[in-house]
């Protein structure tokens, strides 16, 4: 009985390695391991809500999949960029939709710009302006290399465009190969307008996401996805050049990133959350991390996305003042985008039909 114990335990053990050695060797990701900060403990402003369960559901039918939302400076109506290609207005006073500007691919971060044009993230075709006459190509490359995934956008009061280049190495139908492999393959991008000519500002990034700047101008603000974290890049001042971690002990991995309309919050999207023991210790395991880019259905056993919705209000130091759930994804989920208007948060993501709105 000892022979036999110890044969199937050599035999196990050899097809162990043989599938650890298969694995290894198959998967198109190269993971290493990740250690995030812990996650909040769920007490204080992170006590269990469900504050958005009741959201109202604007423009249901008509506005697929909102990646992200912008009010334009008049505050009558949002931009929201959708997954059918369009760029579309919501009208605030009557909650109607219009199908303003098809760009076509898949549009993501909004910005509107000094001269009240929309710049658009688009990754096949690259940095967007978009006006009511027209559709132009500001950027698709830089240095040479070409825009990969350009994600989200924010503009300086000099004209100034910055957004970032989430990866160098996936595009946005594999994104997901880019977080789980853990590696520095993103960078912020500057693009000059009176020059027409693009710089890296800042390379080897964890999947940088939302983007936004500050009212000053003194300093940018990003999201790191993979990461689970926010940080600060300063642009002016004893500290220019400097780029610091503003808040890292996230419920969820953060998207977009926009200021309330008072400029003294900032509301981060969160998804793939809630974070838990399980989800942190899959981003420490290479294997794990390389079984799901290699096996895709297995995605499911982890990812959380469409059942949960997540938004963060944090202040300018980075610490939390409000939390709002949907636990089980009732009414929303997989909200990328948090957006303040007039005291209402509007929320756009990648499972629903609609923009959501809750009191702020």
Known sequence: MAVLTCVVILVLSLIAAAFHSHVMNETPIDAVSLT????????GVYARNNLLESAEKLGEGKILQPEDIVPDPTGKFLYVSTLDGWIKKLHLADNTVEDWKRVGGRPLGLAVGNDGELLVCEPTQGLLKVTEDEISVLAT?????????????????DGLIYLTDATTKYSLDLH?????????????????????????LLNDLYFPNGITI???DSYLLFAETTTSRIRKHYLKGDRKGETETLTESLPGFPDNIHWSSKGDVLYVGLVGGPRDAVIDLLWQSPFLKSLLALYPSLQ?????????????AIDETGRPVKWLEDRSGKTVACVTTGVEVDGFLYLGGLRDGFVGRVAA
């Not at 995030?36 to 007490?43: C, G, R, S």
């Not at 830089?142 to 009061?157: R, S, Y």
Request: glycine letters at 4%; hydrophobic letters at 40%.
């Open 36 to 43: 995030l900060a812990p996650y909040p403990k769920v007490e």
């Open 141 to 157: 490359e830089v240095n040479g290399t070409k825009l990969l995934l350009p994600d989200a956008v924010t503009v300086a009061k």
């Open 176 to 200: 997901l190969h880019d977080t789980l492999e853990a590696r520095p393959n993103g960078r912020i991008v500057v693009f000059d307008p009176a020059s027409k000519s693009t710089h890296i």
């Open 214 to 216: 500050s009212r000053d």
């Open 300 to 312: 499911k056993l982890f990812d959380n996305s469409l059942k949960w919705a997540g938004v963060l």
